[in-house]
Nanobody
Framework: VQLQASGGGLVQAGGSQKLSCAASGRTVSTYATGWFRQAPGKEREFVAAISWSGGTTRYADSVKGRFTISRDNAKNTVYLQMNSLKPEDTAVYFC?????????????????WGQGTQVTVSS
């Protein structure tokens, strides 16, 4: 599975951004998918995850109520809608997929990673 994340950029605090993760190689509908982020000098952290069917979603407490993960299996794409962005959301965002239909919140639970897209939130 190859993953390509896109949609990052510079946004003002309080604004919105939508990230996309396009999968190729194998159909993404058989995989649970997650978003992680990594800020400079910090470890990669879990942001959100969605099961293969989209029926189960999980969020980090820091983004709950502001971010929404979704998927379109017909397009082999997973999305992360980010609203009410804060400067502390600034990071490189990575999408990842795992060889399971169930979600996971740990970095080690994922087998495939995209290259990351930078999100910068200005105050």
């Amino acid at each position: 599975v190859q993953l390509q994340a896109s949609g990052g950029g510079l946004v003002q605090a309080g604004g919105s951004q939508k990230l996309s993760c396009a999968a190729s190689g194998r159909t993404v509908s058989t995989y649970a998918t997650g978003w992680f982020r990594q800020a400079p000098g910090k470890e990669r952290e879990f942001v959100a995850a969605i099961s293969w069917s989209g029926g189960t979603t999980r969020y980090a407490d820091s983004v709950k109520g502001r971010f929404t993960i979704s998927r379109d299996n017909a397009k082999n794409t997973v999305y992360l809608q980010m609203n009410s962005l804060k400067p502390e959301d600034t990071a490189v965002y990575f999408c990842a997929a795992r060889d399971s239909r169930l979600t996971d919140t740990t970095v080690y639970g994922y087998n495939y990673w995209g290259q990351g897209t930078q999100v910068t939130v200005s105050s």
